[in-house]
């Protein structure tokens, strides 16, 4: 499956470069306003998003005060639990909890990864989440798709990056 991913998948090439450089750069506060909107828009172009929908989500989050978002970042990069990290990063316009996973995922890839409709419904078809997609997704319903994703990546001996990439490819 992810031998697919990465021969099939377009951003495989330029999540890897990210996945090694972001997290470092974000939690430092070492980063511009293109670095932060980079993560949005991989999250957003990666999906069957009407265009201007696409759009009008990016143009939100950068609705945001420089300073402000630097601050969120690097308080979630830096908070012990994984509450606050979402909470520090959903407080910014235009990201919701799904963009602030994929933060996450680019903040701590060791522990977390992007949710998504195409990704959980993955899991559901294998029986690893009971219910189909949330119409939009709430905390509690991220930290039940990581846990999903953490317990499968434990089974498989994998980490959750492999395992995302996996159920990417199964949901296409």
């Given at each position: 499956?992810?031998?697919?991913?990465?021969?099939?998948?377009?951003?495989?090439?330029?999540?890897?470069?990210?996945?090694?450089?972001?997290?470092?750069?974000?939690?430092?506060?070492?980063?511009?306003?293109?670095?932060?909107?980079?993560?949005?828009?991989?999250?957003?172009?990666?999906?069957?998003?009407?265009?201007?929908?696409?759009?009008?989500?990016?143009?939100?989050?950068?609705?945001?005060d420089?300073?402000?978002?630097?601050?969120?970042i690097?308080?979630?990069?830096?908070?012990?639990?994984?509450?606050?990290?979402?909470?520090?990063?959903?407080?910014?316009?235009?990201?919701?909890?799904?963009?602030?996973?994929?933060?996450?995922?680019?903040?701590?890839?060791?522990?977390?990864?992007?949710?998504?409709?195409?990704?959980?419904?993955?899991?559901y078809?294998?029986?690893?989440?009971?219910?189909?997609p949330?119409?939009?997704?709430?905390?509690?319903?991220?930290?039940r798709?990581?846990?999903?994703?953490?317990?499968?990546?434990?089974?498989?001996?994998?980490?959750?990056?492999?395992?995302?990439?996996?159920?990417?490819?199964?949901?296409?």
């Open positions: 499956m992810t031998a697919a991913y990465e021969r099939e998948e377009p951003f495989n090439l330029v999540e890897r470069e990210h996945v090694e450089t972001l997290p470092a750069t974000l939690a430092d506060g070492d980063f511009g306003r293109r670095d932060a909107e980079w993560v949005v828009q991989w999250y957003y172009r990666r999906r069957a998003i009407p265009d201007a929908d696409r759009r009008a989500a990016e143009e939100r989050f950068l609705d945001n420089y300073e402000a978002m630097v601050e969120a690097t308080d979630a990069a830096a908070a012990a639990d994984r509450e606050r990290k979402l909470d520090r990063l959903t407080s910014l316009t235009g990201v919701d909890v799904a963009v602030a996973s994929a933060f996450l995922a680019f903040l701590h890839p060791e522990a977390y990864v992007a949710v998504g409709d195409r990704e959980w419904e993955a899991l078809d294998v029986r690893e989440l009971p219910d189909s949330p119409p939009s997704f709430a905390p509690a319903d991220y930290w798709y990581l846990d999903a994703v953490t317990g499968v990546a434990d089974r498989v001996d994998r980490d959750p990056w492999t395992v995302y990439r996996a159920l990417w490819r199964l949901g296409a």
